[in-house]
């Protein structure tokens, strides 16, 4: 089973937090993350648009993949390639659009080489 995960942007200092994602309750519209191994612990308030849930998967670094992380990897083609990480609905997955049109899943077999984490969609890095 996959740890449940979140990461988001707080919106104290714009630094990147991991945790449990508490979304608006009733009224209130707070967005917040909580440390994992203590929910009633201090919870810090994020940026909802920045909000990128864990796809279970660590890139050849040892570093999570989150939804939002532009990932690049070598297909069985030798070509390197790079897009980010987004869920697919329609297949119940977390994925990369190929030309807009094709989507691929994010899984170990994605890569003959490994997938490596270049950067992220919310904060302008990687990619082309």
């Known amino acids: 089973m996959r740890e449940i995960l979140f990461k988001a942007k707080r919106l104290d200092n714009g630094e990147w937090v991991e945790g449990y994602y508490i979304g608006p309750i009733g009224v209130l519209d707070v967005?917040?993350?909580?440390?994992?191994?203590?929910?009633?612990?201090?919870r810090v308030e994020?940026?909802?648009?920045?909000?990128?849930e864990y796809t279970g998967l660590t890139d050849k670094?040892?570093?999570?993949?989150?939804?939002?992380?532009i990932i690049r990897w070598t297909n069985w083609k030798g070509e390197q390639k790079e897009?980010?990480?987004?869920?697919?609905?329609?297949?119940n997955r977390f994925c990369v659009w190929l030309n807009g049109a094709?989507?691929?899943g994010v899984n170990k077999h994605l890569s003959t080489g490994g997938i490596e984490i270049i950067g992220s969609?919310?904060?302008g890095e990687g990619g082309d």
């Open 102 to 104: 094709e989507s691929m």
């Open 83 to 91: 897009a980010p990480v987004c869920y697919d609905p329609e297949w």
């Open 121 to 123: 969609i919310h904060d």
């Open 46 to 52: 994020v940026d909802p648009s920045t909000v990128c």
């Open 31 to 42: 967005h917040e993350i909580c440390d994992v191994h203590d929910i009633t612990g201090p």
């Open 61 to 69: 670094n040892g570093k999570k993949i989150f939804e939002g992380d």
